[in-house]
């Protein structure tokens, strides 16, 4: 489909850009160029009337292998997912997507909440020389955001967590709690009076 | 041996004077020019004037307005609280703005926005059409390739380019 010729001051002209460079993916094809008039191919991804090309990164990442073992697997009571940023806006976008991924995965999820913000605040002289009434304060702002899941066996929460943090955005930060289960071992089972009766009644 | 170094700096200085001086004629008046440290209520602030210079959105917000109008320009996790590493994410930000001025020199539409993304690290500008796009994709795979190799990390360039410059007010 060939969309009018464009008669303007923007010009367009048709590159072939796939053979080229190698690492990025597919792109817009279309650029302007000047004193060159051509009839511009519509990509599907742009449908712009007015052409700038513009590169995107595509971040590739390598299949899985599916390993298969007879050991049982961890039981974790919670794990407890802390993330970190400067923006409430992101966290808040980001919890969407957490709740959004478990309850689809199937996974029982606790308390979502927000624990209160840390406000780290500097103070310091506004001029180079004297004047030290005049300050100027400087602040960094953490808001956090605690999602809980509970009653995870290790798989899924490793390839819930393999998840999640692949699709982190960029200026956060998580911290990841895990609970695990453990069996009690045997010797601390039964107590130990039932086997070795207490027989020092006689011992004044 | 004083004397000959302060010779030698004199005259080092004088050939930066010259080197730097557009007009030859202004060889004249040779000044020695110093800035202070940026004053905290100058910082970032473009102030008003008459009317006819033209200002983008990031340079029109002052930087009390970041995270209320305005956002970040370098993203990344080291300046939360409990992380390291702040003061080297800031070394490589200035470093690679600075590339990004110098190897699209006089392209650059807006600030070069910087966001770290686990290992990788993309960057983004917006770029005027000033070259053929063909020299523009060298220009992008270069960077990114030499970056990478001096990083040791994945770096990925996002480029979009623009007709002219998206002002948003004139000061």
């Given at each position: 489909m060939a969309a009018p010729l464009v008669v303007r001051r923007e010009l367009f002209s048709l590159v072939n850009?796939?053979?080229?460079?190698?690492?990025?993916?597919p792109r817009g094809l279309g650029a302007c160029s000047n004193h060159r008039k051509c009839s511009q191919t519509r990509f599907e991804l742009l449908q712009r009337p007015n052409t700038f090309f513009h590169t995107a990164a595509y971040l590739s990442s390598t299949p899985f292998t599916i390993t298969v073992t007879d050991e049982p697997d961890t039981l974790f009571q919670k794990v407890v997912v802390l993330v970190k940023a400067h923006d409430r806006a992101v966290l808040d976008s980001y919890e969407f997507f957490a709740t959004m991924a478990a309850k689809e995965l199937g996974i029982t999820m606790g308390k979502v909440f927000e624990p209160p913000k840390d406000i780290e605040r500097l103070t310091l002289l506004k001029?180079?020389?004297?004047?030290?009434k005049h300050r100027v304060q400087y602040e960094m702002r953490t808001h956090y955001r605690s999602i809980e899941l509970l009653h995870v066996t290790g798989c899924t929460a490793q390839v819930y967590l393999e998840y999640i943090q692949r699709n982190l955005p960029e200026g956060v930060a998580m911290e990841v709690t895990k609970t695990a289960m453990e069996k009690i071992p045997d010797h601390i089972l039964e107590p130990m009076w039932k086997d070795h009766p207490i027989d020092d009644k006689s011992s004044k | 041996m004083a004397a000959s170094l302060s010779f030698t700096g004199s005259a080092r200085l004088l050939t930066a004077l010259a080197r730097s001086s557009?007009?030859?004629?202004?060889?004249?008046?040779?000044s020695f020019h110093a800035t202070a440290v940026c004053c905290k209520n100058r910082a970032a602030r473009i102030r008003i004037g008459k009317g006819d210079k033209p200002l983008t959105y990031e340079q029109a917000l002052?930087?009390?307005?970041?995270a209320h109008r305005k956002g970040w320009l370098s993203q990344h996790a080291?300046?939360?609280?409990?992380?390291?590493g702040a003061a080297e994410r800031t070394v490589e930000d200035v470093f690679i703005r600075r590339f990004m001025f110098g190897t699209f020199h006089g392209c650059l539409a807006n600030e070069v926005v910087i966001k770290r993304r686990g290992n990788v690290l993309v960057v983004c500008a917006l770029m005027l059409q000033k070259m053929p796009p063909q020299k523009f994709y060298f220009f992008i795979g270069y960077s990114e390739s030499l970056l990478s190799h001096f990083y040791k990390c994945p770096v990925k360039l996002e480029i979009q380019t623009l007709q002219e410059k998206a002002v948003y007010k004139y000061v």
């Open positions: 850009i796939l053979g080229g460079i190698s690492q990025l993916g001029s180079v020389h004297i004047y030290k | 557009a007009l030859y004629n202004s060889f004249e008046s040779r002052h930087p009390h307005q970041i080291s300046n939360l609280k409990g992380e390291q």
